[in-house]
């Protein structure tokens, strides 16, 4: 399929779980990295990517509408569950692929796909990058899905995992022996300024 349009959303708590005291104080990293690995991985796509616990969910569900995005990915934790449900049924109906990453969706993900048609895949990596990648590689055309490392997904036979490794530890000459090295210095400037001016407004050196 064609994917020129990606969306990668940090979900924001759920109403009901209370925020701690540095809540919307820091960069969400794990969805700035993923974006950054995309961008240089397939420099045609577009990607957004954004802070739930700062932008406001009515923003990111209008985001979802005009963007038009063919892939939507949401890191999820327990905290942001409901949350993150939400925003998986408002990105099927744009039309959108859905996976969920992260904590909550890495341990539960067999339970998840089983129950709720409104999430296409699961990535389980602790370190995401290179599964992500390899998933928008595989949506492309570009290889099989069961050689996507940490994917979870439907088949007719029921539920299948990759259980490959998440990290090439293989020393390839040309890149960093250090494999962590070989994932790209997030690029901060993908979270849109709003969302820099909230971590900003909320720093003790601001107060
Ligand atoms: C820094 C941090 C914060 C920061 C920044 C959080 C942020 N938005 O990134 C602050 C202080 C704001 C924070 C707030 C909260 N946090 Co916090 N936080 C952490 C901490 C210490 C590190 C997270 C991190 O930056 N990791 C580095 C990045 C690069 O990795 P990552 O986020 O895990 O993402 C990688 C993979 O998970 C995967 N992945 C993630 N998302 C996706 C999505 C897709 C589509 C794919 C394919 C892959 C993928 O790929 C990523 C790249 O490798 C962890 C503990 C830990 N050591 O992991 C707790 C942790 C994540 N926080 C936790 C909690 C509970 C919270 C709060 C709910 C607390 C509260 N009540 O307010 C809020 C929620 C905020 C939110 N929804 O964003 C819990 C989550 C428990 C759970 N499993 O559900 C953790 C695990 C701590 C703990 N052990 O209790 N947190």
Request: proline share 6%; aromatic share 6%; net charge neutral.
């Amino acid at each position: 399929m064609n994917i020129t349009r990606v969306i990668l959303i940090n979900v924001g708590k759920d109403s009901d779980v209370s925020s701690i005291a540095n809540d919307g104080s820091f960069p969400a990293l794990g969805v700035v990295s993923l974006a950054t690995v995309l961008k240089q991985a397939h420099p045609n796509i577009e990607v957004i990517a954004v802070d739930g616990q700062v932008t406001h969910r009515a923003d990111i569900e209008a985001m979802i509408n005009s963007f038009r995005p063919q892939l939507v990915g949401l890191s999820v934790l327990g905290s942001s569950y409901k949350t993150s449900l939400h925003f998986a049924a408002v990105a099927k109906s744009a039309g959108a692929v859905t996976i969920f990453g992260n904590d909550h969706a890495a341990v539960l993900g067999r339970q998840i796909l089983q129950r709720r048609k409104d999430v296409d895949y699961i990535c389980t990596a602790d370190i995401g990058e290179f599964s992500f990648s390899a998933f928008v590689n595989f949506l492309k055309g570009g290889q099989p899905i069961e050689s996507v490392p940490r994917l979870l997904y439907r088949t007719r036979e029921g539920i299948a995992h990759n259980d490959l490794p998440e990290v090439d530890m293989i020393r390839r000459p040309g890149l960093p022996a250090n494999v962590l090295d070989r994932i790209p210095v997030p690029d901060r400037r993908l979270l849109p300024d709003h969302n820099w001016n909230a971590y900003l407004s909320s720093s003790p050196l601001q107060n």
